[in-house]
């Protein structure tokens, strides 16, 4: 789509992560005017999403960052699933599709991908970032929408023809438009630690991604950086303080990782605790209000369904918005949005991402390793090209093409 907007009209985003940015750098392109609203005074740095997916790659390079991004970041070699005793379950490697295939799934940290979204924003003439602005409350008209910010200098309102709240878990916008705790879903008892850290890996023969079934010490390895850094994202005991946690973390990596290494061994970079949901907005448009990605709907990281779908999300909310800015689409399309988001998340989404973590701990891994369907048609997958290509393109379906809604052709 090349069609440029002429008429005055004004985006104001909630949120400068990933998926506010992207929306941002999607819609300045077309010389529509976006504001995007960050409660903080710098990008977020906490390690999280590294693993971008084709469906993701479409959307980046829709955004023009995609080429930046491969060349930050590296293309996994696979992923495989193995018992604590390293005995392989299943394994899908990646080079059924060739290292240029666009679509090919890109691994950078997320840290990384936002700078690289950011200095893309930063030279569009139509885009503009204010930090310290956080998002308090907001209203709307027949005319307009607006939201009241807290900044440094006071309270200050900004008004726009759409805002999306990309404002996260904790979403203001979200709680504004349906209240505190409006949030239908529910968390998981587990707790889990996200760390980054160096260690050799490949040594004991793991691939750039591995997934430990256990009942007791499950987790996922996965390398994140062309220099050796690891993501290692396990579970611990619930209920504990993040202090308690980072005490015990020498001692569950001992009792998990291959070698069962001591500090020394290995370098810890970063960790943190997380507490996972499986959650949906009451809505994911009210009026002139969106919500997309986690500020719409959250899921646990295994498997990477969450930033994928968010990803997706503001494909289908840029397609919408950039409808309605150039006449093509009546405001309703955005109900359509709204319908077919949370339609992805619970058929999608939802089940897979339970499914994916459920897979690591909830039986005897041998049982699993044995009974399991999704094994079963990725070990089908390893002696079949084609199979094992249809299930990295399966995510596309995360998509959805929006324009099919334009009232006029599409640009
Ligand atoms: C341990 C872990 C690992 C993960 N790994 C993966 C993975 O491998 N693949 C994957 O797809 N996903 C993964 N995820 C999920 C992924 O990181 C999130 O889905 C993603 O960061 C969500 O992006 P977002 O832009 O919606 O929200 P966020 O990244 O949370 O950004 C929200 C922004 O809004 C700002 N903000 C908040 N409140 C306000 C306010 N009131 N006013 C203004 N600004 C506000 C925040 O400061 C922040 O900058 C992982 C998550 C975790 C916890």
């Known amino acids: 789509m090349t069609v440029t907007v002429s008429r005055p009209f004004k985006v104001a985003i909630a949120g400068a992560g990933p998926s506010g940015l992207l929306l941002a750098l999607l819609l300045a392109k077309h010389g529509i005017q976006v504001v995007v609203l960050e ?6 740095e906490q390690p999280r999403a590294c693993h971008y997916a084709p469906s993701s790659n479409i959307e980046l390079e829709r955004a023009g960052v995609l080429q930046d991004i491969k060349a930050g970041g590296f293309s996994a ?25 666009p679509l090919r799934m890109v691994v950078l940290p997320l840290n990384q991908v936002t700078e690289i979204m950011y200095k893309h924003l930063m030279q569009k003439p139509t885009a503009e970032l204010k930090w310290n602005h956080k998002v308090t409350g907001l209203g709307q008209d027949a005319d307009k929408a607006w939201v009241d910010c807290e900044t440094p200098s006071g309270p200050s309102r900004v008004e726009a023809d759409y805002i999306v709240g990309c404002d996260g878990a904790n979403s203001q916008i979200r709680r504004s438009l349906f209240g505190d705790f409006e949030f239908p879903g529910w968390t998981w008892e587990k707790q ?4 980054n850290m160096r260690y050799d890996f490949h040594k004991f023969g793991y691939i750039d991604s591995t997934f430990v079934v256990d009942p007791d010490d499950w987790y996922m390895a996965a390398r994140i950086t062309n220099d050796g850094l690891w993501r290692v ?10 202090e308690e946690y980072m005490e015990r973390l020498p001692m569950r990596y001992e009792q998990m990782l291959p070698g069962s290494p001591k500090p020394g061994d290995y370098e810890v970079v970063s960790a943190s605790p997380y507490k996972m949901h499986q959650r949906i907005a009451p809505k994911l448009a009210e009026g002139r209000f969106c919500l997309a990605a986690d500020a719409a709907h959250l899921c646990n990281p295994f498997g990477g369904m969450g930033l994928t779908g968010g990803i997706a999300d503001v494909g289908g909310l840029y ?3 950039l409808g309605i800015a150039t006449g093509q689409a009546d405001p309703s399309i955005l109900e359509k949005y709204d319908e077919i988001r949370r339609e992805i998340y619970n058929n999608m989404i939802d089940p897979i991402s339970t499914g994916n973590f459920k897979r690591l701990w909830e039986k005897d891994p041998d049982e699993t390793a044995k009974t399991d369907e999704f094994f079963a048609m990725v070990r089908k997958a390893s002696e079949d090209k084609e199979l094992a290509k249809q299930m990295q393109l399966g995510i596309l379906a995360l998509r959805h093409d929006m324009t099919q809604y ?3 052709p599409k640009a």
Do not use: F, H, Q
Not at 192 to 195: T, V
Not at 233 to 242: E, N, R, S
């Open 77 to 101: 070699d696979g992923v495989t699933w193995r018992k604590k005793d390293r005995t392989p379950i299943a394994e899908i490697r990646n080079d059924v599709m060739p290292k240029d295939d």
């Open 233 to 242: 994202t396990y579970g611990d005991t619930p209920g504990l303080t993040k």
């Open 406 to 408: 334009y009232k006029t």
């Open 192 to 195: 889990i630690i996200a760390s």
């Open 39 to 44: 409660a903080t005074d710098k990008l977020d």
């Open 319 to 321: 397609e919408c918005l």
